[in-house]
């Protein structure tokens, strides 16, 4: 609580909606979340620690905020001794490195932008991100595609280059620079001491279509998570937490230091290889979690194993973000764990915007009801508030008259896109949902990603549901294809649960399904099974490559 009771008056609220009135947040001049938070838990207790950190190959280390506050001293010297200065770009690599905390914090402390970047970037990639915002550095695990696609990109667009965990010519030694460096930093004042409006990170976001636009974040950022950490996740102080998220992902910064290292919790990284439902488990099992977040694609691979051969009862709330809950998986869970898992939504351009907080049950299926720092609702087509039941594009109203903590200050360098989002009153999410009378929300899709058949609005996610019910799925991408007569049909790609045969009789089968799952003009027409479906680097599915393909595919005079 030593944090929170600086950064909020009061913290305890006695209904939902005594805290959606009634909570509010002290925002200190200059704030700082490397000094404010990292250092400042290092002053208060030099044994607490802030970092449990494991691979795949044996590795394991603890950190204390101590250990984290002199590193990132340490660091911050080095990104200045190569000439790093406040409001320059880095981009990280690091997957999910330690190191990457220490960069994170140290660049931070010294003003400079962060821009996280996924293992999968490719020269092309990187190059864009280079140029688009001007990155001076990158700072990158010693991985040899990762390596191979940053020397490409250096290529076409010069940059320093520092590597961890490992040595190679022509690159920075990250360790070497460390060690050379003194482990105190002090805080910079004057011109040189950050602003609560300047730029603290930026994402790409990874959109499905188009180049991705890069979200924009200023120093009071971090103090938006507070409501993600504390009030959804649920996270306790000394306890372990764990969001499974690559460090280039913008649920990363939702789960893995913001909030968390404000309300005390300490973070559990796994830099796992590959995502083996197995041996997460073991992790969660030997390390005794107390707090866990993941995509519900994980969990559903995670149910493809024996539960009953874990000890999961360390851990007291289990989180889903990243895609919408399906209320299969909620179903199982809870049938198999006791626990009911807390949906989050919300995006990199944003906080938690909507939750399932402890002051009521969740539904499920629902994403919850509004953080306390987003005035949200539901706007038709002609741009009036929604009634309840009704779809509509959710928004953020009134940040014509302020902006509220932890939503984007807009996309950088890109005055069209933030007009477009940015420029009506109220912040466009781009997502469809609807409520109901109780003020839950409700997730339908993507605006783009709503389909429209014989005078019909489907929802992706309605199907999705229903398919995933069936236990010959285990994961699916609801689509339009077009259609001559109907102009669009619901198209069904799917992935398989181990065993499972794509025949014409299961297609059949999956039909049927849909029909009595759901209102049975939602049925998918097409059925398609595939190993896996195409994501974004984020690990979003790509329904828009999904869409063209089927109409690439209806253009050539073939079966979408």
Known sequence: MFLLQKFLPRVEFDSYED???????????????????VDAWAAHDKEKKALVWCDDHGGERTFTFDDIARLSNRAAHFFRAQGIRKGDFVLLILRRRWEYWVCATALIKLGAVLIPGSLQLTAK?????????GVKMVVCVDD????????????????LRALVAGRRDGWLDFEAGL??????????TGPEATRNDELMMMYFTSGTTGMPKMAAHDHTHPL???????????????TLHMSVSDSGWAKFGWGKIYGQWICGATIFAYDMDKFVPRLLLEKIQRYKLTTFCAPPTMYRFMLQEDLSQFDLSSVKRFCIAGEPLNPEVFRRWHELTGIKMTEGFGQSESSVLV?????FEPRPGSMGKPSPLYDIDLLDAEGNACAEGEEGLLIIRNIDRYMPTGLTVGYYHDEENTEKTMGHGYYDTGDVAWRDA???????????????CSGYRIGPFEVESALLEHPAVVECAVTAAPDPVRGQVVKATCVLARGQVGTPELVKALQEHVKKVTAPYKYPRIIEFVDELPKTVGGK????????????????????
């Open 19 to 37: 805290f959606k009135e009634n909570y509010r947040l002290n925002i200190p001049e200059g704030f700082n979340f490397g000094f404010d938070v």
């Open 125 to 133: 990639d990187i190059a864009y991100r280079v140029t688009a915002a």
């Open 144 to 159: 040899p595609f990762v390596v191979a696609q940053t020397e490409a990109a250096a290529e076409k667009a010069p940059f």
């Open 179 to 188: 060690a050379a460096q003194p482990d105190v930093f002090p805080r910079p």
């Open 224 to 238: 938006g998570h507070i409501v993600t950490a504390h009030y959804w996740q649920r996270v306790e102080e000394d």
């Open 355 to 359: 939750a399932n907080f402890a002051w």
């Open 438 to 452: 109780d003020g839950y929300y409700w997730f339908v899709g993507r605006n783009d990603d709503v389909i429209k």
């Open 541 to 560: 599915i790509k329904r828009a490559q999904i869409r063209r393909e089927s109409q690439e595919s209806a253009d050539a005079g073939q079966t979408p």
